[in-house]
């Protein structure tokens, strides 16, 4: 016979199952975030409400003592006050003028050039380069780094029998980055004219005149425009293009401080006018090119390289204007650049080189996921502090103490999370490898990695324009909120990890993003893409 549950008892299981619910891991950690994250405001409400308390029980008379002791003392009030202001001003003046992004465009090249895994196989064995164990070789790698069947060639490689000329290479590069460009200042209706920075950062391809001369000829940009051509710095050129444009975008503090000692008052403005660009427009054009660089060997370790790299680039207008914040998309809160050049394993992880037959590739070291790990955590550990609420900061510090202090080794490192300080991750999409890397290391959710794994499966590795086909994801599926911050992850040879944050300034709906790459397509994602285990 079965038991019967009373009343009684109905209650006390009903209760426990309470009890048992607020004592959960997960809710535990949030009340803990919450509280201490509050802790200062309830502190700050505490101290208004006793001042407020303490002003009601003023009598009349006391009222008036006070202000007859202003009166008695008018000159050390008003010396205060204008102490007060002073510093006030002070501080105003040198904290840096804000960056904000008015929009971004990335191109979407046209159908006939797509490129499926089953082309890119008969079109490498078409060539009669490649040996079978390297077709063979090619063949899995393609089928486990993450690419889905429409990524894009540029048009000579879809020739029968590609001979990659200079020519051919400069009509990738006007491709793209005109087709950016001209979408970017179609969506924010900056006229070419009013473009005051100019900065395109391409790796591999260097051409004389520059990328960035290519582009001031063509919309025939002002003859006073200051033009960067940043190349070599691989994968994560993007942020760093970001960050220099951040620098010129904003008042140098340090130079500010060092003119008050040196200079007359009327000189010190002179300096400030000439250092700053203020009220400027910044454009980065953002790309990489493939023509020039797809390897014709059988160098392994030069073969990987191949089998991930698409074409793409992406276009973004940056401006210190303050009158653009109604309009702007996002404002940059902070940039962190790690460089990780001074120890050789890192240095030559990465490297464009020649083969024993002289032909020219990108070698990948069998050390590019730890170098990748290793360059995360240094960038992670001076971005964190920045970032992260009190809370993380203060579980991080207490566990650092507890094994670096008082020898506690059973403790275990503390990893802070970082989905209590960003919305949405926008990871370089360099392969598989490098997105399981990141998603292990930092504690990522599926969630958090999507943006990234479906950049990778449509567009592939676009190199340094990644991250922004991933935030234009984010923004097809109307995911991206008011006070949203976006945190952007890039890693490059050298070895280079840097880091940019974003905050939202406005919800973005989806439906009045036309030019959005993802926009007619949007629908048919996320896709399952196969995991490796699955592949045969």
């Excluded at 590739?361 to 609420?389: F, H, Q, R, Y």
């Amino acid at each position: 016979m079965a038991d019967t549950v009373t009343p009684a008892s109905s209650d006390s299981y009903l209760l426990r199952n309470f009890v048992l619910s607020l004592i959960n891991p997960k809710r535990l950690k949030l009340g803990y975030h919450y509280l201490i994250s509050h802790a200062l405001h309830f502190i700050l409400l505490l101290l208004l409400a006793a001042s407020a308390a303490s002003l009601t029980r003023l009598t009349s008379a006391e009222v008036l003592q006070i202000r007859d002791a202003l009166r008695l003392h008018l000159v050390p009030v008003v010396a205060c006050s204008l102490a007060a202001a002073f510093l006030a001003a002070l501080y105003l003046m040198k904290q840096p003028r804000p960056v904000y992004l008015l929009d971004f465009a990335c191109f979407k090249p046209a159908a006939e050039l797509k490129c499926s895994r089953e082309f890119f196989v008969e079109h490498s064995m078409s060539t009669g380069i490649f040996t079978a164990d390297n077709l063979a070789f090619q063949k899995r790698i393609l089928e486990r780094s993450g690419l889905g069947q429409s990524t894009y060639f540029p048009e000579a490689m879809h020739k029968k029998a590609p001979k990659p000329c200079m020519a051919e290479a400069r009509e990738e590069a006007e491709m793209v980055m005109f087709g950016a460009v001209d979408e970017l200042l179609e969506k924010t209706g900056v006229n070419a004219k009013d473009i005051d920075i100019l900065i395109v950062n391409c790796s591999l391809f260097n051409p004389t005149p520059s990328l960035s001369a290519m582009i001031i000829d063509h919309y025939k940009l002002r003859a006073n425009i200051q033009s960067f051509n940043l190349g070599g710095m691989g994968c994560s050129a993007c942020l760093i293009s970001i960050d220099l444009a951040k620098q010129l975008l904003q008042v140098p503090v340090h130079e500010f401080t060092h003119s008050v000692s040196r200079y007359n008052f009327h000189v010190l403005c002179f300096r400030l006018l000439e250092q700053v660009h203020r009220n400027a427009n910044a454009l980065l054009v953002i790309t990489e090119n493939i023509t020039l660089n797809w390897y014709f060997g059988n160098d392994r370790s030069m073969l990987v390289p191949n089998c991930l790299f698409r074409v793409g680039c992406a276009a973004v207008m940056l401006t210190n204007r303050r009158s653009a914040r109604r309009r702007a998309k996002y404002q940059l809160i902070h940039t962190v650049r790690t460089h990780k050049g001074a120890d050789d394993r890192s240095y030559g992880c990465a490297s464009q080189e020649e083969d024993g037959e002289g032909k020219i590739g990108v070698s990948l070291s069998k050390d590019l996921m730890s170098v990748a790990g290793e360059a995360l955590k240094t960038n992670i550990s001076t971005l964190g502090p920045l970032v992260l609420p009190l809370s993380e900061q203060l579980l991080f510090f207490l566990t650092l103490a507890s094994r670096r202090v008082f020898r506690w080794r059973s403790v275990q490192p503390y990893i802070p999370d970082f989905k209590l300080a960003f919305e949405h991750f926008c990871v370089h999409a360099g392969g598989r490898a490098v997105l399981d890397e990141v998603e292990k290391r930092l504690g990522l959710a599926e969630a958090q990695m999507e943006a990234s794994r479906m950049t990778l499966y449509r567009f592939g590795n676009t190199s340094s324009s990644t991250p922004w086909y991933e935030l234009a994801y984010t923004e097809a599926k109307g995911r991206m909120r008011k006070g949203d911050r976006t945190w952007q992850i890039a890693f490059g040879s050298g070895f280079k990890c840097n880091s940019a944050v974003w905050h939202s300034l406005r919800t973005v709906d989806p439906k009045e993003e036309k030019k959005n790459p993802w926009a007619d397509e949007i629908h048919a994602f996320p896709v399952q893409v196969p995991t490796v285990e699955t592949i045969h």
